[in-house]
T-cell receptor, first 116, second 114 residues
Framework: DSGVTQTPKHLITATGQRVTLRCSPR?????VYWYQQSLDQGLQFLIQ???????AKGNILERFSAQQFPDLHSELNLSSLELGDSALYFC???????????????FGEGSWLTVV | AQTVTQSQPEMSVQEAETVTLSCTYD???????LFWYKQPPSRQMILVIR??????QNATENRFSVNFQKAAKSFSLKISDSQLGDTAMYFC???????????FGGGTRLMVKP
């Protein structure tokens, strides 16, 4: 158990709909990351938040958005869903001490999203 | 931007044997971090081993060790005494010194055969 909690574990929804994935980081971790793992595209970095503020942005679609709340949990919102959005969405967290890189990133178990 | 390449999509090894998974990366940075993650059929991402680029000594974690060649930008993972539970996808990942975002390679699917 990594200590990173993601809900829901599985989600099936129709095209055009909107869903919200939720993540609670490990206790004490200030950074939250979202990754997408599709069958044919490996792990793609979407976005990182640090202590409530966006820190880095990767290949995140405009239809997707995220935020990190004062209690440090994070939500990833996916809207106008398409079949190609079906994937495993990982949340991860790290301590992310300022000025110190290479902090180990711990992953949650992922949220399986199936768009039909 | 950094890139990570794993040139072996699939590998297999007999139980108790040794196997080496390859990883190369491209960066202009001098200080960075490299990781190997394991993803078993459960799809959980599990950290296997971590290497700081400024350390010349290769990292070791029990049966797992790395061969880090900084000049060649190579970071291979050696699994000794392979066990059936080692069957998984293995991802090599890079993190620069400024932040902690990971850039992943495409993965190597390892099958350990009894």
């Amino acid at each position: 158990d990594s200590g990173v909690t993601q809900t829901p574990k599985h989600l099936i929804t129709a095209t055009g709909q909107r869903v919200t994935l939720r993540c609670s980081p490990r206790s004490g971790d200030l950074s939250v990351y979202w990754y997408q793992q599709s069958l044919d595209q490996g792990l793609q970095f979407l976005i990182q938040y640090y202590n409530g503020e966006e820190r880095a942005k990767g290949n995140i679609l405009e239809r997707f958005s995220a935020q990190q709340f004062p209690d440090l949990h994070s939500e990833l919102n996916l809207s106008s869903l398409e079949l190609g959005d079906s994937a495993l969405y990982f949340c991860a967290s790290s301590v992310d001490v300022q000025g110190a890189g290479g902090n180990t990133i711990y992953f949650g178990e992922g949220s399986w999203l199936t768009v039909v | 931007a950094q890139t990570v390449t794993q040139s072996q999509p699939e590998m297999s090894v007999q139980e108790a044997e040794t196997v080496t998974l390859s990883c190369t990366y491209d960066t202009s940075e001098n200080n960075y971090y490299l990781f190997w993650y394991k993803q078993p059929p459960s799809r959980q991402m599990i950290l296997v081993i971590r290497q700081e680029a400024y350390k010349q000594q290769n990292a070791t974690e029990n049966r797992f060790s790395v061969n880090f060649q900084k000049a060649a930008k190579s970071f291979s993972l050696k699994i000794s005494d392979s066990q059936l539970g080692d069957t998984a996808m293995y991802f090599c990942a890079f993190s620069d010194n400024a932040g902690n975002m990971l850039t992943f390679g495409g993965g190597t699917r390892l099958m350990v055969k009894p």
